[in-house]
């Protein structure tokens, strides 16, 4: 178990559950998991509502309508973005989520140690109904559950959107050197539980847990259910020491840096100008934002 997940809070009961697939996620890995996690969901004696969104506004319709209903689970077979997705429908409720990793991050999967190559054994964490509480963290009504990026990491992302090619980590390496060649250090202004922070950073990134982007450990250190935040800043660099920086965050190495700085929260306003920051690898919103974190607010399949 990922050193990050929340305690083994017991069984729960399901009969019913609703199974919502992206069938694209991982070059199309999500179809072909899903084929083989409903079979194995429906051997179990569960009754499964095959559910399947043609875009992501039917998709978050799906899920809501589902747990509205009265499904016992929401269980997604895709990647971190329909984990997102799925989140917003179940947040506070009560109803458990669980995943059939299909995606090119899968960080979700990576914090509950769930299968991901596997979708027979992910779906058996499903059928064994063990859950887990976990914290989420909340801006206004959107939640997310990994990290919230709000600095170079976003811009990437914002490029990396926009490209058509190439597919999967290749294409956010090449907006990565693209982004380096023209990026500025950006002036921050950071609330962190009433005490003001003001400072020029390259990112800053808040974290509910330790990674994002397929395994790059940001926030190393955080824990999905101490009720915190752990907010990090990368102070002004060069551009080539960003470069060296930057593999060390797969192994959350980057906190030996002299511009690493780390704070742990219960609530943070971040504000810089021209920048949308992006949680669980989706677009979240234009800074400033405001947010804080809830604890228990999710409780998962693992």
């Not at 976003?154 to 490029?159: P, S």
């Not at 597919?167 to 609330?191: C, I, K, S, W």
Request: proline residues 5%; neutral net charge; glycine residues 12%.
């Amino acid at each position: 178990m990922d050193a990050g997940a929340g305690p083994v809070a017991g069984d729960v009961g399901l009969h019913e559950i609703a199974l919502l697939t992206n069938p694209t996620a991982g070059g199309g890995r999500g179809g072909r998991y899903r084929d083989a996690a409903l079979q194995r969901l429906r051997d179990s004696g569960l009754v499964v509502r095959n559910l399947e969104g043609r875009d992501a506004d039917e998709a978050a319709d799906l899920a809501r309508a589902s747990v509205a209903d009265g499904v016992e689970a929401l269980v997604l077979c895709g990647g971190d973005g329909l984990v997102h997705l799925g989140v917003q429908a179940v947040a506070g409720t009560g109803v458990p989520l669980g995943i059939i990793p299909a995606g090119t991050g899968n960080d979700v999967a990576r914090y509950l140690d769930l299968p991901r190559k596997d979708p027979v054994a992910a779906a058996d964490r499903v059928v064994a109904r063990r859950t887990r509480t976990l914290d989420l963290a909340r801006s206004g009504s959107h939640w997310f559950v990994t990290v919230m990026a709000a600095g170079f990491d976003a811009i990437v992302n914002e490029r990396a959107n926009a490209m058509r090619w190439p597919r999967g980590q290749m294409r956010y390496n090449l907006a990565t050197v693209a982004e380096l060649r023209t990026f500025h250090p950006l002036p921050y202004t950071l609330d962190l539980d009433g005490a003001t922070r003001r400072v020029d950073a390259m990112l800053v990134a808040v974290g509910n847990g330790p990674s994002f982007g397929g395994g790059l450990r940001i926030t190393e250190g955080a824990l999905l259910d101490d009720g915190l935040l752990d907010v990090v800043i990368i102070k002004e660099m060069s551009r080539a020491k960003l470069v060296r920086t930057y593999p060390k965050l797969f192994s959350g190495t980057h906190t030996t840096v002299a511009e690493y700085e780390h704070h742990r929260v219960r609530r943070v306003t971040v504000a810089a100008p021209g920048i949308v920051a992006y949680a669980d690898g989706e677009r979240f919103g234009e800074l400033p934002l405001t947010v804080e974190a809830v604890p228990g607010a999710l409780v998962a399949l693992a």
